[in-house]
């Protein structure tokens, strides 16, 4: 599902080169729920951009669902992050003019998905994250927990193989962290290949398996127990 | 897709109202001036138009300066015939003053024959015009311009009253109606007498001599100019002692003249809209660092480059577009106090609104495709990353 062979990301900052990532290999497979940590610097969010197509890497290989990324044009990877890849973030990253609804099919309008089923596709999909009575709500209007369940939504709209989530709780009390965590848990279940950044130790040992990042090294790759909350 | 882009426009129009009226005053400003000053200029074209043709279409204009005294007194006459002319009457003008109210007041004096009311097309408002008895016998009777009677004999009789010029009393015997004003000066302000009256009142302007001559019709006019212009050549002894000109290439060079004016007017006005696409440019210079992280979150699900250069564009040609139909109803607004606060009648023709909404949507065009690039080439990372 997700092949990453020696990737190096070279940033340039003022006159010196950093190496955010220096030569990192992964294998994750289909279905499975991945935490990696790290510090800060350890070069956890390159990955993550490696990995949803945000940014390609400098040098290595990547290969997403048998796609071979890096030699594709910025738009061919808009399309592949459309299709293949959904995008949980610690901020949520909802528009904020745009009600929950607006913000979940807005994937779908760039999948050119027609008006009609945009909607019911939405409907389902925040009914889903429980969200049924809150569809016409703008971001403003909800709590910390239900944007983050609205992202959800939003990230599952074009079907992805993978989900890709960035300190999904980060911004969130305990609780309500738990209770995403819970869904994402739910969404690996469903089948789904879940992987979360984060430097939560609580949430990594949540997964199934959590991959160490140190000054842009895979640190330590190891099984956890998944437990419960 | 287009209704999806108009959403997203429109939300963010509605947004920040007060910062979308600020940012399409220019081109409010630039489209209503525009259109504002093509509708004065093409009124004004018709209304000299108009005027000219009320004069007669078919009317032609001689200036003769004789100074050898060459040209028969009757010379039009004798070539009536051959030259299709229909009448044709010399005019002798000079000025008189009158003390009204203790202000000077100074009038016309056209010395006229009996056929002037017809090649200049005048209607009498009261009494008639020099007949041909009066410029046979000469008989001193003045007919006077619409303004004069009031100003002269005011609460009087004005037919059967005496009014003096250069000291000799003439009888009116008719009234103009109400001409108005034009190349030739103020129509209502003249006073006509018989022609040898004139002659010998203004023996100055005697050498220099101006004729009316209306042609039998339209269509006959360049043969009888050529057949005029035939005749005066032979007889003067110098090709540029005279001038002649037709009604309709006054018309013609006036047309052109206003026509010139009113683009130049508008072209000045169009630079108010060049402004206006500049503020528009940079306001949404703005929106699209202001929404950097919405760039950032568009792309990072999915938007194609062309697709956040659209979006910002429909935005743009959005705002002018509301500029310009607000431009336009301004300009309305400013036809309607022209006309009713002058008698200038003042239309506004499918052109013009056709010109600048066309104007305000390529404005939209040109000022909002750099902006709308610059948000296209943001980095998905570095725009999210963007607080």
């Known amino acids: 599902m997700i092949e990453l062979q020696n990737v190096k990301k070279r940033y340039k900052m003022g006159d010196t080169i950093v190496m955010a990532l220096d030569g990192v290999s992964i294998t994750i497979n289909e279905g499975e729920f991945v935490a990696i940590v790290g510090p800060s610097g ?17 040098d290595g290989s990547y290969v997403l669902n048998q796609i071979p990324i890096g030699k594709y044009h910025q738009d061919e990877l808009a399309d592949i992050r459309n299709q293949q890849i959904g995008f949980i973030f610690q901020q949520f990253n909802l528009l904020p003019n745009f009600t929950a609804i607006e913000n979940v099919m807005m994937p779908m309008t760039y999948a050119r998905m027609s008006p009609s089923k945009r909607e019911e596709k939405a409907k389902l999909l925040l009914h889903q994250v429980g969200l049924g009575d809150r569809m016409y709500h703008k971001p403003t209007e909800l709590s910390g927990g239900q944007q ?3 992202s959800i939504a939003r990230a599952l ?29 739910e969404l690996n279940q469903s089948g789904k290949t879940v992987v979360i950044i984060t430097h939560d130790m609580e949430v990594a040992l949540r997964t199934n398996r959590m991959i160490t990042l140190k000054d842009g090294k895979v640190d330590s790759d190891v099984k956890v127990g998944g437990k419960d909350a | 897709m287009l209704k999806e882009y108009m959403v997203i426009a429109a939300k963010s129009v509605l947004a920040h109202k007060i910062r979308a009226l600020l940012t399409t005053l220019g081109v409010i400003i630039g489209v209503a001036s ?63 003053t009158y ?34 008895f009066d410029i046979e016998s000469n008989v001193p009777v003045a007919v006077l311009g619409s303004k004069i009677g009031n100003l002269l004999f005011p609460n009087q009789e004005i037919i059967g009253n005496t009014i003096l010029v250069q000291g000799v009393p003439f009888t009116v015997v008719g009234e103009v109606a109400e001409r108005g004003t034009n190349f030739s000066g103020d129509n209502d302000m003249m006073v006509y007498i018989p022609m040898d009256y004139a002659r010998s009142l203004y023996p100055s302007f005697v050498r220099n001599k101006t004729y009316y001559v209306a042609a039998e019709s339209e269509e006959t006019i360049d043969f009888t100019m050529n057949r005029i212009r035939l005749y005066l050549d032979t007889v003067l002894p110098s090709t ?43 306001i949404m210079l703005v929106t699209v660092r202001e929404r950097t992280r919405e760039i950032g979150i568009r792309k990072a699900l999915g938007a194609r480059r062309n697709q956040i250069l659209i979006q910002f564009l429909i935005e743009a040609i959005i705002i002018t577009t509301l500029g310009g139909i607000l431009g336009l109803f301004v300009s309305y607004l400013g036809a309607m106090a022209i006309t009713a606060l002058t008698d200038f009648d003042v239309v506004i023709g499918w052109t013009a609104v056709m010109l600048s909404l066309a104007f305000s949507i390529s404005i939209g065009v040109i000022f909002g495709i750099y902006p709308a690039s610059t948000a296209s080439k943001l980095e998905p990372v570095d725009a999210l990353r963007y607080e």
Do not use: H
């Not at chain 1, 079907?159 to 911004?171: K, Y």
């Not at chain 2, 004065?40 to 001689?62: K, P, V």
């Open chain 2, 240 to 282: 540029d002692q005279y001038r002649m000109f037709s009604q309709t290439q006054i018309l013609g060079v006036l047309d052109t003249l206003m026509g010139l004016l009113t683009t130049l007017l508008s072209g000045i006005a169009s630079i108010s809209l060049i402004v206006g696409g500049i503020g528009i440019m940079n």
């Open chain 1, 42 to 58: 350890s070069g956890k969010s390159t990955l993550m951009n490696v990995i949803g197509c945000l940014d390609v890497a400098s």
């Open chain 2, 99 to 132: 003390n009204v109210e203790g202000k000077d007041v100074i009038v016309s004096i056209s010395g006229v024959n009996e056929n002037y009311a017809f090649i200049s097309n005048l209607s009498m408002s009261q009494g008639r015009f020099i007949s041909e």
């Open chain 1, 148 to 150: 983050q369940r609205v």
């Open chain 1, 157 to 185: 709209a074009n079907d992805p193989a993978i989900i890709l989530a960035d300190e999904p709780t980060g911004a969130l009390d305990t609780k309500t962290g738990s209770e995403v965590l819970t869904m994402l848990k």
């Open chain 2, 34 to 96: 525009v259109i504002l000053l093509m509708s004065l200029g093409d009124s004004a074209r018709n209304e000299a138009a108009n005027q000219i043709r009320s004069i007669g279409s078919n009317l032609i204009f001689i200036n003769v300066t004789d100074r050898e005294g060459t040209l028969d007194r009757n010379w039009l006459k004798n070539i009536e015939t051959n030259a299709q002319i229909a009448a044709s009457s010399e005019m002798v003008s000079g000025n008189a």
